[in-house]
């Protein structure tokens, strides 16, 4: 058994900041990598950020606002938004790529709600 819990979500005006942050826990082997994605209403779920093996990939339009790192001795990924603006709103939900009981497998958290809004 896997488990990822988010915290960190909130509502926030227009140009501030958050940190998401996700810690995983059970029968984890080893985690090839952490990232968040993000699903707006009536859009589908999409990348935001990810980080393997010390490499990071963010989406176009979050480059240079948000920042995403792990903490591999706690199993944790982590994502620090700046300059958040209305289009940022959306349930986040974190992700692993992980070993567990010699399965490779993709793990998901329950989703925290971003709320940009003045």
């Known amino acids: 058994q896997v488990e990822l819990v988010e915290s960190g979500g909130g509502l926030v005006q227009p140009g501030g900041s958050l940190r998401l942050s996700c810690a995983a826990s059970g029968s984890i082997f080893t985690i090839h990598g952490m990232g968040w994605y993000r699903q707006a209403p009536g859009k589908q779920r999409e990348l935001v950020a990810n980080?393997?093996?010390?490499?990071?990939n963010y989406e176009d339009s979050v480059k240079g606002r948000f920042t995403i790192s792990r903490d591999n001795a706690k199993n944790a990924v982590y994502l620090q938004m700046n300059s958040l603006k209305p289009e940022d709103t959306a349930v986040y939900y974190c992700?692993?790529?992980?070993?567990?009981?010699?399965?490779?497998?993709?793990?998901w958290g329950q989703g925290t709600q971003v709320t940009v809004s003045s």
């Open positions: 980080v393997a093996g010390g490499r990071t």
């Open positions: 992700y692993a790529r992980l070993f567990s009981r010699g399965v490779l497998g993709d793990y």
